[in-house]
């Protein structure tokens, strides 16, 4: 097959690493060797065996390597060694559409025995399908010192590798940063690191934490059609999944054209073919439109829309959107009814009445999977959608207040530092919320925990540096931080930010947030770079 253009810009620094593999680093390796053959034995045959690959000549690294279905590299697997190397590089892939290595998830799946490739969205939609494959616990199982690791960085010797950056004039006067150890939750680093700042999109890990927490990885929502009782009045029921598609092509996700083929089924059962449509957006309290008024980052936050009310093709990133999410996905689904020969007659909002009989319901993937694409993506309207979950889970309202209050009180029960710090949204784009970088970087380290490990999607849905997500193209091809750092980014005007983890020189893992809050316009790329040769600096340092 022909040479991708990703490998191409990312092969010469791939074979420098090859070429500069520290003895500590091979050390780690044949610590980690065994854990590496287990996983060699259920990776797909197109991945190369990692025993193997780090002992493999350059020409051969290159030629293996193309074989990859995709060139999205990752450091993220702490049982195999946390270390990054050429035969870390050859193993890490392909990965999946929702950013999960694959060979991680085989292997977990095999393990666990509970299905759910590709984190659940090929199991289908139905009451009672397989869980999602818990790959990232088994990623991660190797954090308590078996892994061949290095001892933790010194913070003398980070503060002197980080300083020059995090002291830049161009992230202005307010900057604020910490580094946390994953394995002993220590902060090796801090620099202002409990002062609240405006975190932007970062705000999504602490959604992400507290929406897991409260209601479970495995947890789906339903979106449904409901027959008023003796009459032929159906009601579409939104359950607050934007992530319903009218497409043919769904991506695993809940289909409105599922939907209409099995209420047109349960309609005819009782002999109605000619209905009247309502719809009932009554799950949600509070204003529809987030304080940032109109914007093509977010919909208009009801329970009810299909493919998140976008009028493109698009399925992330800004996008125009429609003005009536619920009417519109209504109008869709009438019309899918009528090719599926039944005539309808549509109607406004209506609540569903408490004694209606359930014709049809398609449940979104799992919360994991939303998640993880939330975080990739940077989407946020999942993050308004999952705030509102935890305020359903939790007793508060479903509302921006609401799930604001609720993430707050959610986070308060995974006892992390939670002094100064505010939420306005779920999405970071309101600037009411000021979050800590010592709370970031412990939800994150949190996120890694044996203890905890129904947050583990918090660390897989993370962008890889160079590679995915919003971190595709923050990383050049040659930066020291490709495919090793994994963070969540966080713009707006004046505010960057960045949090996530690394694998440092000496294969530890470390968590770190960094915030900037008051960079001139003229310097927000200079900011970014800033922020980005930061986390850099901490994948090459061994800093003891």
């Known amino acids: 097959m022909p040479e991708p253009k990703v490998w191409r810009a990312a092969r010469p620094h791939v074979l420098r690493v090859a070429r500069g593999v520290k003895p500590g680093i091979a050390r780690a390796t044949r610590a980690v060797k065994p854990g590496a053959a287990r996983v060699a034995q259920v990776v797909k045959p197109g991945v190369v065996r990692v025993t193997s690959a780090v002992t493999a000549r350059s020409s051969q690294l290159t030629r293996n390597t193309k074989k990859l279905t995709t060139l999205q590299f990752t450091a993220g697997a702490a049982t195999l060694g946390l270390v990054f190397s050429a035969g870390a590089v050859a193993a890490a892939g392909p990965w999946d559409s929702s950013g999960q290595r694959t060979a991680e998830r085989d292997w977990a799946a095999s393990r666990a025995g509970q299905g759910g490739a590709d984190h659940g969205r090929d199991s289908g939609t139905a009451a009672g399908a397989p869980k999602p494959a818990p790959s990232a616990p088994s990623v991660l199982a190797g954090l308590g010192g078996t892994t061949g690791a290095g001892s933790a960085p010194e913070s003398a010797a980070l503060a002197a590798a980080l300083d020059p950056f995090l002291s830049s004039a161009v992230l202005g006067p307010r900057r604020a940063a910490a580094v946390v150890d994953v394995e002993t939750g220590e902060q090796l680093y801090g620099r202002n690191a409990d002062d609240a700042l405006t975190p932007a999109s970062t705000t999504k890990i602490a959604t992400a934490a507290a929406v897991l927490s409260a209601v479970g990885p495995d947890h789906r929502i339903e979106t449904r059609t409901v027959l008023a009782p003796d009459s032929a009045e159906v009601v579409l029921v939104g359950g607050g999944d934007p992530t319903v598609t009218a497409h043919k092509d769904t991506g695993g996700y809940a289909s409105l054209r599922t939907l209409a083929d099995e209420t047109a089924a349960a309609l005819d059962k009782r002999h109605l073919n000619e209905i009247t449509l309502a719809y009932d957006v009554s799950l949600y309290e509070g204003p529809e439109q987030h304080t940032i008024g109109k914007n093509g980052n977010l919909a208009l936050v009801v329970p009810l829309m299909a493919d998140e009310a976008r009028l493109d093709n698009s399925s992330s990133g800004d996008s125009p959107r429609g003005d ?58 999942i993050a308004e959608a999952l705030a509102r979950q935890v305020a359903l889970a939790t007793g508060e309202q479903p509302s921006f207040e609401g799930g604001a209050a609720a993430i707050k009180k959610e986070l308060k029960k995974l006892e992390v530092p939670l002094d100064g710090v505010e939420f306005a949204d779920g999405s970071g784009l309101s600037r009411g919320n000021r979050l800590t970088p010592a709370l970031l970087a412990t939800l994150l380290a949190k996120s890694a925990a044996a203890s905890h490990p129904e947050l583990r999607p918090v660390l897989t849905g993370l962008p890889v540096a160079g590679f995915t997500g919003t971190l595709r193209s923050r990383y050049p091809s040659d930066a020291t931080g490709t495919g090793i750092v994994r963070a969540k980014t966080g713009t707006l005007s004046n505010v960057n930010t960045l949090a996530g983890t690394v694998v440092d020189a000496d294969g530890r893992l470390l968590a770190f947030a960094f915030l900037a809050t008051e960079t001139d316009m003229a310097n927000t790329d200079l900011a970014k770079k800033a922020l980005t040769d930061a986390t850099s600096t901490l994948a090459t340092c061994g800093c003891r």
Not at 327 to 351: I, M, N, P, W, Y
């Open 324 to 381: 009536d999410p619920a009417a519109d996905a209504t109008a869709r689904f009438a019309d899918l009814l009528e090719e599926r020969g039944v005539k309808v007659t549509t109607e406004g909002s209506a609540e569903a009445p408490k004694k209606a009989e359930e014709l049809a319901a398609v449940s979104s993937p799992p919360l994991s999977t939303l998640v993880e694409r939330m975080l990739t993506n940077s989407d946020n309207d």
